[in-house]
């Protein structure tokens, strides 16, 4: 088994102890975790869920935008967070593993650690089904 | 390979008739090499004592530092070597994304806080490590980083087929109900994961620690629930509290020396102790 890089370790640990919702990605984009607040707008407990690779997010989780057409990859704050290293926020519709539509508010951030290695990125997501 | 303890306290030196036993002197490990190289693992009280043992220096020596606090590097201005001008002294510590190794550790040894300027000596060489691997005369080296407060790494030392793992200050349970669980999410797991000597933090008891979670260290027992988690052969204890006589050691040891009840072999470490690898 790896271990975690430290930055995300640290990060898995503050998320637990967070009442906002975070989803956390690896350097590869694969989803590593998110904790209990967000497993409400998810859709499905963390620990029941399957491993996530970054190949099959967009299928496990559909997304789109506000006028409901699909939302292109490059536009998901979490996607232009690790592909740019910046961070990026939009307003999406997301499909949960509930198979429940929820309008969100999520900003994302690239994870950078010492030396500048990208290790992850960390969304936190709000629904707000505000107009 | 064979390590040498010359500085096992923690936090602070402490000489006194209490500490005969464990010893008084923060960080400083020699290890060598089959062929006798030398590779040193930090740079506490306890490197003079280990600079006056060196009979015949070697050309280079090398000193890999866990993190820059004091009781980490404040033998290095008192380390022999590095006035000798045929000597050649490489020091290696964790990267930051500011200043380089050399420009954090000048900030505390030159005036006023110390009165020689380490960098009117040309036998230094610094070097910025960041989490990998790499080569070390006949050692492998791998450095990654550990919970500990600022930039600290762990390292995971390999001469042929035997493992030394070096984590002298960590908490690895920092933010854990439950330690340990999963390794994926265990600070320097992979560094220590079945080692054949761990040297491994164990300041605290448990009730010293609930009052210092997140100070950077471990319990004695976290030490060992680590090195049964990572199966390593043998754990030495380390980085002692300064508060910690020998005879109050002696007791927190005793249980578990032996193999207590984790499978775990316990050697306390106390300093001029000796381990073959």
Redesign the interface.
Known sequence: ???????L??L???A??VATPLWITDAAGDLIYYNEPAETILGRRFDESEPMPAAVLAERFATRDLDDQPLPTQRIPLVIALNQRIPAHARLRILGLDGTWRTIEATAIPII?????LVGAMAAFWENDQP | MKVRLWGTRGSLARAGAQTVGYGGDTSAVEVRGDDGSLLILDAGSGLQRLGNSLEACPARVDILLSHLHMDHVQGLGFFSPIFDPNVSVHVWG????KLGLGERLLRYLSPPLFPVRLRELPSLVFH?V??GDFQVDSFRVTA????HPG?TLGYRITEDDAVLAYLPDHEPA???DRFPT?????????LAKRADLLIHDAQYTNSEYASRVGWGHSTFENSLAFAEMAGVGRLVSFHHDPDHSDQFLDDLHAPAVGGGTSGVELLPGKQGAVFEL
């Open positions: 088994m790896t271990q975690q890089p430290i930055e370790i640290l898995r640990q503050f637990d102890h650690g010492q030396g500048g290695r | 964790p990267v930051s994304s910025d960041e989490p990654d980083l550990v919970l930039p920092l933010g854990s999963n390794p994926e999410w265990i600070s320097g797991y992979s």
